[in-house]
Nanobody
Framework: QVQLVESGGGLVQPGGSLRLSCAAS????????MAWFRQAPGKEREGVSC????????YYAASVKGRFTISRDNAKNTVLLQMNSLKPEDTAVYYC???????????????????????WGNGTLVTVSS
């Protein structure tokens, strides 16, 4: 089993920033599509951002576009999610995930988060509150 471990969650004020990190084991992360999902209390898990294995292109949900940035550090087998201009609505448990297929998108180009992922981390809590 591929193991994914998230870190970097915590409490931040609205308008602030956090950087999440996902450390991958037992494989080279650039061979896999890597994605971030989140789940707020009482809501379904939704796709946030994705970086494809095929061409390295990045995709974002409409709700975070322009505020979040996903990137890889291949030497460290890590995937990062830089989150800026955070809103209370961003409060959720954030999960790292990996898959062998490229990122799935809507016709608009936004990340859909559909199709399922092969591997999941256990999540890290992000709380945006004043």
């Amino acid at each position: 089993q591929v193991q994914l471990v998230e870190s970097g969650g915590g409490l931040v004020q609205p308008g602030g920033s956090l950087r999440l990190s996902c450390a991958a084991s037992e494989f080279t992360s650039d061979d896999y599509t890597m994605a971030w999902f989140r789940q707020a209390p009482g809501k379904e898990r939704e796709g946030v951002s994705c970086i494809s294995n095929s061409d390295g292109r990045t995709y974002y949900a409409a709700s975070v576009k322009g505020r979040f940035t996903i990137s890889r550090d291949n030497a460290k087998n890590t995937v990062l999610l830089q989150m800026n201009s955070l809103k209370p609505e961003d409060t959720a448990v954030y999960y790292c995930a990996a898959d062998s297929w490229p990122c799935t998108t809507y016709s608009t180009g936004d990340y859909s988060g559909r199709g399922g992922m092969d591997y999941w981390g256990n999540g890290t809590l992000v709380t945006v509150s004043s």
